[in-house]
């Protein structure tokens, strides 16, 4: 699985940005994709997970509210809405790709293909 992320950028805080994490290579009925960010010196930190098949959704309590996973079947693509961000938001933006759908799907070890990541950068 190849996964290609984008939609990263400089935003103001308020402001809304929505991620886009493309798939390619198989078919993924019966994987999970996730969504992760790194600051700079932090680690990386689980955001979302939706299950391809079903589309059930589980979120970090961190973004609860403000970000949104979603997911379109017939172009292979996830997304992420994001609204509401605040400068403590900026980080590099990584999707990921497990291959199993159930569980919060929480850990990074869990995740067996990850993108490029994508920046975000929200300044006050």
């Known amino acids: 699985v190849q996964l290609q992320a984008s939609g990263g950028g400089l935003v103001q805080a308020g402001g809304s940005l929505r991620l886009s994490c493309a798939a390619s290579?198989?078919?993924?009925?019966?994987?999970?994709m996730g969504w992760f960010r790194q600051a700079p010196g932090k680690e990386r930190d689980f955001l979302a997970r939706?299950?391809?098949?079903?589309?059930?959704?589980y979120y970090a309590d961190s973004i609860k509210g403000r970000f949104t996973i979603s997911r379109d079947n017939a172009k292979n693509t996830v997304y992420l809405q994001m609204n509401s961000l605040k400068p403590e938001d900026s980080a590099v933006y990584y999707c990921?790709?497990?291959?199993?759908?159930?569980?919060?799907?929480?850990?990074?070890?869990?995740?067996?293909?990850w993108g490029q990541g994508t920046l975000v950068t929200v300044y006050s």
């Open positions: 939706i299950s391809w098949s079903v589309g059930t959704t």
């Open positions: 990921a790709a497990a291959p199993w759908e159930v569980g919060t799907l929480s850990s990074r070890q869990m995740y067996s293909y």
């Open positions: 290579g198989r078919t993924l009925s019966n994987y999970a």
